[in-house]
Protein backbone atom coordinates (compact mmCIF):
# COMPACT_ATOMS: atom_id res chain seq x y z
CA UNK A 1 0.00 0.00 0.00
CA UNK A 2 1.50 3.39 -1.34
CA UNK A 3 1.55 5.84 1.53
CA UNK A 4 1.61 9.13 -0.43
CA UNK A 5 -1.07 9.72 -2.88
CA UNK A 6 -1.18 12.72 -4.93
CA UNK A 7 -4.25 14.05 -6.34
CA UNK A 8 -5.17 17.46 -8.29
CA UNK A 9 -2.79 17.91 -11.52
CA UNK A 10 -4.13 18.72 -14.59
CA UNK A 11 -4.01 21.24 -17.59
CA UNK A 12 -4.44 25.17 -17.03
CA UNK A 13 -3.55 28.27 -19.28
CA UNK A 14 -0.60 30.60 -18.16
CA UNK A 15 -1.58 32.06 -15.09
CA UNK A 16 -4.32 30.27 -13.51
CA UNK A 17 -4.04 27.78 -10.48
CA UNK A 18 -3.78 24.58 -9.18
CA UNK A 19 -3.67 22.79 -5.58
CA UNK A 20 -2.19 19.52 -5.12
CA UNK A 21 -2.61 17.35 -2.51
CA UNK A 22 -1.07 14.70 -0.92
CA UNK A 23 -2.92 12.06 1.37
CA UNK A 24 -0.84 10.44 3.71
CA UNK A 25 -1.47 7.43 4.88
CA UNK A 26 0.75 6.70 7.77
CA UNK A 27 0.49 8.66 11.40
CA UNK A 28 4.74 8.18 11.57
CA UNK A 29 5.17 10.38 9.34
CA UNK A 30 4.34 13.44 11.43
CA UNK A 31 7.42 14.49 12.66
CA UNK A 32 9.05 14.51 9.09
CA UNK A 33 10.03 16.56 6.72
CA UNK A 34 7.38 16.72 3.78
CA UNK A 35 8.26 17.99 0.28
CA UNK A 36 6.95 18.17 -2.94
CA UNK A 37 9.23 18.02 -6.13
CA UNK A 38 9.15 17.96 -9.84
CA UNK A 39 10.19 16.98 -13.01
CA UNK A 40 10.29 18.12 -16.36
CA UNK A 41 10.90 16.01 -19.59
CA UNK A 42 14.67 16.30 -20.16
CA UNK A 43 15.52 17.46 -16.62
CA UNK A 44 16.66 16.72 -13.11
CA UNK A 45 14.52 16.38 -10.52
CA UNK A 46 14.06 19.73 -8.30
CA UNK A 47 12.53 20.57 -4.87
CA UNK A 48 10.07 22.70 -5.38
CA UNK A 49 9.19 23.54 -1.33
CA UNK A 50 8.90 21.63 1.53
CA UNK A 51 7.87 21.99 5.00
CA UNK A 52 9.36 20.95 8.56
CA UNK A 53 7.02 19.34 11.48
CA UNK A 54 7.02 22.53 13.06
CA UNK A 55 6.50 24.57 9.86
CA UNK A 56 8.81 26.09 8.52
CA UNK A 57 9.11 26.54 4.80
CA UNK A 58 11.49 26.49 2.15
CA UNK A 59 10.77 27.59 -1.50
CA UNK A 60 12.52 27.08 -4.34
CA UNK A 61 13.25 30.87 -6.46
CA UNK A 62 11.50 29.85 -9.28
CA UNK A 63 8.28 29.39 -7.43
CA UNK A 64 8.47 32.00 -4.48
CA UNK A 65 5.85 34.24 -3.96
CA UNK A 66 3.72 31.92 -6.32
CA UNK A 67 2.87 28.39 -4.23
CA UNK A 68 2.29 27.66 -0.94
CA UNK A 69 3.10 24.48 0.84
CA UNK A 70 1.38 23.37 4.08
CA UNK A 71 0.37 20.39 5.86
CA UNK A 72 -2.76 19.38 7.84
CA UNK A 73 -1.50 16.93 10.62
CA UNK A 74 -5.37 16.51 11.36
CA UNK A 75 -6.41 15.03 8.39
CA UNK A 76 -3.14 13.80 7.48
CA UNK A 77 -2.65 16.15 3.78
CA UNK A 78 0.31 17.87 2.35
CA UNK A 79 -0.64 20.28 -0.09
CA UNK A 80 0.42 22.35 -2.88
CA UNK A 81 -1.33 25.39 -3.67
CA UNK A 82 -0.04 26.78 -7.16
CA UNK A 83 -0.89 30.53 -8.47
CA UNK A 84 0.69 32.50 -11.72
CA UNK A 85 1.65 29.45 -13.26
CA UNK A 86 3.96 29.51 -16.20
CA UNK A 87 4.77 26.71 -19.04
CA UNK A 88 8.25 26.30 -17.21
CA UNK A 89 5.96 24.43 -14.48
CA UNK A 90 4.83 21.91 -16.30
CA UNK A 91 6.28 18.67 -14.81
CA UNK A 92 5.58 15.44 -13.17
CA UNK A 93 4.72 16.44 -9.27
CA UNK A 94 5.53 14.19 -6.19
CA UNK A 95 4.87 14.56 -2.91
CA UNK A 96 8.04 13.09 -0.59
CA UNK A 97 8.53 12.39 2.78
CA UNK A 98 11.58 12.58 5.03
CA UNK A 99 13.78 10.82 7.65
CA UNK A 100 12.70 9.84 10.84
CA UNK A 101 14.93 12.56 11.94
CA UNK A 102 12.89 15.28 10.58
CA UNK A 103 16.10 16.36 8.90
CA UNK A 104 14.83 18.79 5.53
CA UNK A 105 17.10 19.31 2.64
CA UNK A 106 16.69 19.77 -1.13
CA UNK A 107 18.19 16.75 -1.94
CA UNK A 108 15.99 14.29 -3.58
CA UNK A 109 18.06 10.99 -2.72
CA UNK A 110 17.43 11.86 1.17
CA UNK A 111 13.64 11.29 0.56
CA UNK A 112 13.13 7.54 1.49
CA UNK A 113 8.90 7.43 0.62
CA UNK A 114 7.72 8.78 -2.51
CA UNK A 115 3.99 9.02 -3.89
CA UNK A 116 3.46 8.08 -7.45
CA UNK A 117 3.15 11.65 -9.10
CA UNK A 118 0.29 13.65 -10.65
CA UNK A 119 1.09 15.75 -13.81
CA UNK A 120 0.53 19.58 -14.21
CA UNK A 121 0.67 20.96 -17.58
CA UNK A 122 0.51 24.51 -18.18
CA UNK A 123 0.08 25.97 -21.46
CA UNK A 124 0.94 29.23 -23.04
Known amino acids: QRQLVESGGGSVQAGGSLRLSCAIS????????MAWFRRAPGKEREEVAH???????YYADSVKGRFTISRDTAVNTLTLQMNGLKPDDTATYYC??????????????????WGQGTQVSVSS
Open 96 to 113: AAGRSDGYCDVDWRLFPY
Open 51 to 57: IRSDGDT
Open 26 to 33: SYSFSGRC
